[in-house]
T-cell receptor, first 116, second 113 residues
Framework: DTGVSQDPRHKITKRGQNVTFRCDPI?????LYWYRQTLGQGPEFLTYFQNEAQLEKSRLLSDRFSAERPKGSFSTLEIQRTEQGDSAMYLC??????????????FGPGTRLTVL | DAKTTQPPSMDCAEGRAANLPCNHS???????VYWYRQIHSQGPQYIIH???NNETNEMASLIITEDRKSSTLILPHATLRDTAVYYCIVVPRLLTGANNLFFGTGTRLTVIP
């Protein structure tokens, strides 16, 4: 396993369409995070999974956004009825999540979404 | 979470040490200082972290002041591949629960040939 992978790397869609992104974390990692990054800004936290349980969601995650991690392995992020403001880089990260002070997060390359 | 302040940009000559400062004057005793960097068109990459003591690894050194209100990331011999945005992040020392990273806008380091 060479790291976190994300698919697709780029997605162009028309306003109002639904899109789905996939993230495959490092295999032994049980924590998975989604972030969003707009141009010139740092990544912003969206949501977090511990195994298959979604434990925290940011207020940035409107009801048009839904994330799943059905078997505690890969995760999907779906955006319904896309808007131009959803255009951003969507980053996935994973970490070991042991009960220690902290484990570094390993980021994937991101999915760049452009909404026309 | 404690807020961090970083200069928006810095330049460094190739082969010289790059010293990136970060202020975190409101940091509390149970919060770590983490550094990540993001090379253009890639996801962020972990560099180093520390609580009180100075830390060093194969990538960088982290110097934390005695009062913990500021820190400096040192890249000892900067190369062109170190050109990136560097983020200083304060992270709570939690035994359980999420450790979401709150990135700011970071420091854009440009290594000049």
């Amino acid at each position: 396993d060479t790291g976190v992978s994300q698919d697709p790397r780029h997605k162009i869609t028309k306003r109002g369409q639904n899109v789905t992104f996939r993230c495959d974390p490092i295999s032994e990692h049980n924590r998975l995070y989604w972030y969003r990054q707009t141009l010139g800004q740092g990544p912003e936290f969206l949501t977090y999974f511990q195994n298959e349980a979604q434990l925290e969601k940011s207020r940035l995650l409107s009801d048009r956004f839904s994330a799943e991690r059905p078997k505690g392995s890969f995760s999907t992020l779906e955006i319904q009825r896309t808007e131009q403001g959803d255009s951003a880089m969507y980053l996935c990260a994973s970490s070991l999540g042991r009960f220690s002070s902290y484990n570094e997060q390993f980021f994937g390359p991101g999915t760049r979404l452009t909404v026309l | 979470d404690a807020k961090t302040t970083q200069p928006p940009s810095m330049d460094c000559a190739e082969g010289r040490a790059a010293n990136l400062p970060c202020n975190h004057s409101t940091i509390s005793g149970n919060e770590y200082v983490y550094w990540y960097r993001q090379i253009h068109s890639q996801g962020p990459q972990y560099i180093i972290h520390g609580l009180k003591n100075n830390e060093t690894n194969e990538m960088a050194s982290l110097i934390i002041t005695e009062d913990r209100k500021s820190s400096t990331l040192i890249l000892p011999h900067a190369t062109l591949r170190d050109t990136a945005v560097y983020y200083c992040i304060v992270v709570p020392r939690l035994l359980t629960g999420a450790n979401n990273l709150f990135f700011g806008t970071g420091t854009r380091l440009t290594v000049i040939p």
